[in-house]
């Protein structure tokens, strides 16, 4: 089956070379297929109020992604759980922005729901997110 799209990530460090990032729908669980690629979110956590030194007020935040599923299976999750070291992890991936076809590599700390959070239901976590935090901007 050829890849629909070319959202990729490499697991445990930031700034990895293109060739070590691997399409997010290559990733195999233990024999039931591929993960489908993902609804992505682009976002900005808001962050707190912050007071400028000329007294007007700003809400200081940061770049965030996400990638949502409607589901995947417990071996899917297995799988980008022990990629990524745990529930948390460093990583350098790529993600669609704009047009079709148009992407961007970033760094960030890939967050990973814990399982009663996911929601298992007969095999499923339904609504299954990745979040992308501390996400850097644009690499060359």
Same mark, same amino acid.
């Not at 445990?12 to 993960?35: C, T």
């Given at each position: 089956?050829?890849? $629909? ?9 930031? &700034? =990895?070379?293109?060739?070590? $990032?691997?399409? !997010?729908? +290559?990733?195999?669980?233990? @024999? ?6 993902? /609804?992505?979110? @682009? ?18 935040? +940061?770049?965030? /992604? ?21 529930? +948390?992890? =460093? ?15 970033? &760094?960030?700390? $890939?967050? $990973? ?5 996911? @929601?298992? /239901?007969?095999? !499923? ?13 644009? =690499?060359?």
């Amino acid at each position: 089956m050829a890849n $629909l799209y070319n959202y990729k990530i490499g697991f445990g460090a930031h &700034n =990895l070379p293109d060739g070590s $990032l691997q399409n !997010i729908e +290559e990733i195999m669980d233990l @024999g039931q297929g591929g993960i489908f690629a993902p /609804d992505q979110f @682009g976002n900005y956590l808001p962050g707190v109020r912050r007071t400028r030194a000329g007294t007007t007020a700003y809400i200081s935040g +940061e770049p965030s /992604d996400a990638w949502n599923y409607g589901y995947i299976t417990r071996d899917q999750e297995a799988e980008l759980r022990s990629r990524n070291g745990g529930y +948390e992890g =460093l990583v350098t991936y790529t993600t669609m922005i704009g047009n079709y076809g148009d992407y961007t590599r970033h &760094n960030a700390i $890939l967050s $990973l729901p814990f399982q009663p959070e996911a @929601g298992a /239901d007969f095999g !499923i976590f339904p609504n299954y997110t990745m979040s992308f935090s501390q996400v850097s901007g644009t =690499l060359t």
